[in-house]
Structure formats: C-alpha cells, structure tokens
C-alpha cells in the first residue's frame, strides 16, 4: 500500500504547484477595484498592479492622495485626474503599485479620519501585493498636496520620497471657510510652521511642483516650504512651472525624470 500513496502524495503536490503557478500567472493587473472596513464603515478604493507583477519580488509602492474634485464614495472619480490619468496614458512608465483612496464628500484629507483611509488602504495593499516597505512614495495633488505634506511630517520615515503638487501646509482663507474643522488641526500661516515641517520631515527626498498662475492653491506656499527645507538641509527639489495656472499635475507627472528619480529612492 505505500507505493500508491507516495504516488497520491506526489500527484496533490504536483497538483498545488500547477495551481499555485497558475494564480499567479492568471493574476488580475491593471486598475482593480478594492474596499477597506474601518470602525464599522467601508470605503473603496483603486489599486493599479502592473501587467508583469509576480509574487517572487517585493514591489515599490505609491500612495496617490486625489485633489477636492475628486471626493465621493463611488471609489472610481478618483482614478480621473493625476497619477492614475498617467497610468492610462502610459502604463509601461510606472513599474510600481498605486494605490488610489478616495476622500469622501466634503472631508479633508488632513482629518484624522481621511488619514487613516489612505494609510489603511496602502497597508492593505502592500500586504496583498508584496510591497517594498523601503520604496513606499508618496504624492498627492492640490487638496492631496496637503494631505502628502501633512502624512509626510507626521510620519516620518515611513516614505521614501514624496511628491507634493500645488498643495502646502497652510490652508487658505477659502479653504477655511469651506471647511471650519481645519482650523484647529492645520498649523498657522507663520514662518515657524514652515521650519517645522522641515525639520521633521529631515533628509526625506522631496520634489515639489506648482504653477505659478495658481489662483486656487497661491504658489507662495509651496516656495516657502521649499526655502525652509533649504535651509533645514533637505533634500528637496523645486519646479515652478510659469503661466500654469492650478492644473500643474499632467506637467508633473509627465516629467521624464520623475519617475526614474522616485523609484530611486530607498529608505
């Protein structure tokens, strides 16, 4: 009798690898639908996973934080605008896993709450799709720009690298009559809050972009960071680009440097 069992033993493993070899080869790539519980609420969310992922290598991921118009529950606006647009444009240039949270309606991506959406969300990914925790990026535009400063000084050392576009540290007069709650967890409109961001978020590489022209999110914001992490020592860049108003963002993300720069980076 223990021929034909070693011969069943031999036959299920032989079954498991071909099972196993074929999930991984028939795994979904592309933007994949997703949904995330916290405290009893589900929020969904995007993921794009590049056609050649495999399960044999850790991946860099990049957490992409969407911009005001973009807010909602239905888990696709946000896929719109920005990064994820590159993405559908050009694929082949971004080797990397994005994940894509979704603000809700009428939040911020400062709050608390909204924070821990994006950092769930990109936790849950990189359990799912074997991402790299040294080349973990982060970026985010206008509204998103905010919220890359914002997760960027509060956690630092947990991103390789991030991205700010047209976004800053302060919100604006407009942004604070829209949403009164910022008040009390965004830092004053005065040269110390900028040294401070600077100093905690330290050597992290930064590359700030903005327009010059923008009238929905004042460029000044970004220069006085960006002079403030000069002076603390970081390692930061800056591109203004002149006569762009607020859309600076398919400018950004179709720099052919940026890429390569990123995924560069390593904790």
Not at 177 to 189: F, M, N, Q, V
Request: proline content about 7%.
């Amino acid at each position: 009798m223990r021929f034909p069992l070693l011969l069943c033993l031999s036959f299920l493993t032989l079954a498991h690898a071909a099972t196993s070899h074929g999930a991984a080869r028939n795994q979904a790539t592309g933007f994949l639908n997703r949904t995330l519980s916290l405290h009893g609420a589900t929020y969904k969310y995007q993921v794009f996973v590049p056609d050649n992922w495999s399960p044999k290598q850790k991946w860099p991921v990049i957490l992409f934080l969407h911009g005001s118009g973009e807010r909602g529950d239905d888990g696709l606006l946000q896929t719109d605008v920005g990064l994820p647009h590159a993405i559908r444009q050009n694929r082949s240039r971004f080797p990397a896993i994005v994940v894509i949270p979704q603000c809700l309606t009428g939040r911020w991506w400062t709050e608390p709450e909204m924070e821990e959406v994006a950092l769930g969300a990109l936790a849950a990914t990189s359990k799912e799709f074997k991402g790299d925790p040294k080349r973990t990026y982060l970026t985010g535009l206008s509204m998103g720009g905010y919220g890359s400063w914002s997760l960027a000084w509060e956690y630092p050392g947990k991103f390789a690298a991030i991205v700010p576009i047209c976004g800053g540290i302060v919100p604006t007069p407009s942004q604070l009559k829209e949403h009164p709650a910022l008040a009390k967890i965004s830092l004053p409109d005065d040269p110390k809050s900028y040294r401070e961001v600077a100093q905690k978020i330290g050597k992290t590489p930064v590359w700030i972009f903005h327009g010059a022209d923008d009238t929905s999110v004042p460029v000044e914001g970004s220069r006085k960071i960006y002079a403030a992490s000069k002076a603390a020592g970081a390692n930061v860049r800056y591109t203004e680009y002149p006569g762009v108003g607020h859309n600076s963002w398919d400018k950004a993300y179709a720099e052919p440097e940026l890429m390569t720069w990123l995924l560069a980076q390593s904790l």
